[in-house]
């Protein structure tokens, strides 16, 4: 058996106790609301996954769908004409 290695160093250093910085923090709090309506979402379809979508889960499908583009939009900003 061949062992494989690696010709150059790492790119990128591996820290295994770093925190995550101020800058970051404040991203992770600006995506929070397109993060809850994209997991709103997901479990929206989870549950149409074991048997067909009844009327009210394809509702509730449909508005976690428009949740989501909306955080999107949110996130995206004011459109500049």
Known sequence: MKHMEARQAAVTAIAGDRE????????????????????????????TLDSAATVLDERRIRRARNRVLAARRDLAGPVVA
């Open 20 to 47: 995550p910085t101020g800058a970051e923090l404040d991203a992770i709090e600006r995506e929070m609301p397109l993060i809850a309506a994209e997991v709103e979402l997901l479990d929206a379809l989870i549950v």
